[in-house]
């Protein structure tokens, strides 16, 4: 089914054509914001907003951008929101502020299911640091360097040029190399 | 030291790069299964907020016509009232 027969019938509600979007691409988004959450259980919750967003306004596609590429935008966005509703939790919460101010000294935890055994060290500490990047750099390495997208792509995705997609991915790129060696250091590797 | 930082560093931005895909969990593909009957046509909710919106709608509506009405129907008394008084004072004429 291409992906124009795939939409008409999402258009039309047709259950099967749900079913096979979700075949298709749900992994992909699950693992998008697996790797931007960094959490399972937000993961879960931001993959089924995901698609119910899309169930709902699937009549708002206007078919100028691939299908995947407007699904990874609606996830994007949802990440965001998803981000912005803990962070400002966090803010309000008295506890939590103490608790961050522990963890300045980048304490790896987030363990991603597809990482190979050999590599969840290393990858964990690779996630924490990636976790300390200001929001729109995180995406940008995210999306390129975790889940393979390409930079053209990841700038339709985040609505933004492609010089300032390399520019955040320059920039996310030196600010990890900045904690990682702070990291080296104190924990003399 | 310096060569030894930059290995690590290289190793530690590799560490992804043969990353395979996360299976989703069962639970989330039964929730994700069932969002056409939950969010389909005939099982649209409206939003709580948008209920609770119409409903003060309606009761401030219901309640300025009540004011409007028990105004007038003062106003109309007092009216009459006074064409009484005027009309019987000029029959007493």
Redesign the interface.
């Known amino acids: 089914m291409t992906d124009f027969e795939e939409i008409e019938g999402l258009k039309q509600g047709n259950e099967r054509s749900f079913q096979m979007l979700l075949d298709a691409y749900s992994k992909n988004v699950y693992n998008l914001c697996l790797s931007i959450l960094q959490n399972q259980e937000d993961a879960e919750d931001t993959t089924q907003e995901i698609f119910i967003a899309v169930f709902l306004s699937i009549n708002e596609f206007k078919g100028e951008s691939k299908l995947h590429t407007w699904l990874y935008r609606i996830a994007v966005n949802k990440c965001q929101e998803c981000i912005r509703k803990k962070n400002r939790k966090k803010r309000f919460s008295f506890l939590n502020r103490i608790d961050s101010s522990e963890n300045a000294n980048l304490i790896p935890s987030f363990l991603h299911p597809g990482i190979e055994l050999e590599n969840k060290e290393r990858a964990s500490i690779l996630f924490s640091a990636i976790a300390r990047l200001p929001e729109n750099q995180k995406i940008a390495f995210t999306l390129h360097k975790i889940e393979g997208i390409t930079y053209e792509e990841a700038a339709i995705t985040m609505n933004l040029s492609l010089s300032s997609i390399e520019s955040l991915m320059f920039r996310a790129k030196q600010n990890l190399k900045k904690t990682l060696g702070e990291y080296h250091k104190n924990n003399e590797l | 030291m310096e060569t030894k930082?930059v290995e690590?560093?290289s190793?530690?931005?590799k560490?992804?790069e043969?990353?395979?895909?996360?299976?989703?969990?069962d639970?989330?593909?039964l929730?994700?299964?069932a969002?056409?009957n939950e969010?389909?046509?005939y099982s649209f909710v409206f939003p709580i907020r948008t209920v609770y919106m119409a409903v003060a709608s309606f009761t401030l509506l219901i309640t300025i016509n009540m004011l409007a009405i028990r105004n007038n129907n003062q106003q109309n008394k007092k009216e009459t009232y006074l064409d009484s008084e005027y009309f019987s004072y000029l029959n007493q004429l």
């Open positions: 930082q690590w560093f190793e530690i931005m560490s992804t043969t990353k395979s895909k996360a299976e989703i969990p639970h989330l593909k929730r994700l299964d969002i056409p969010y389909g046509v």
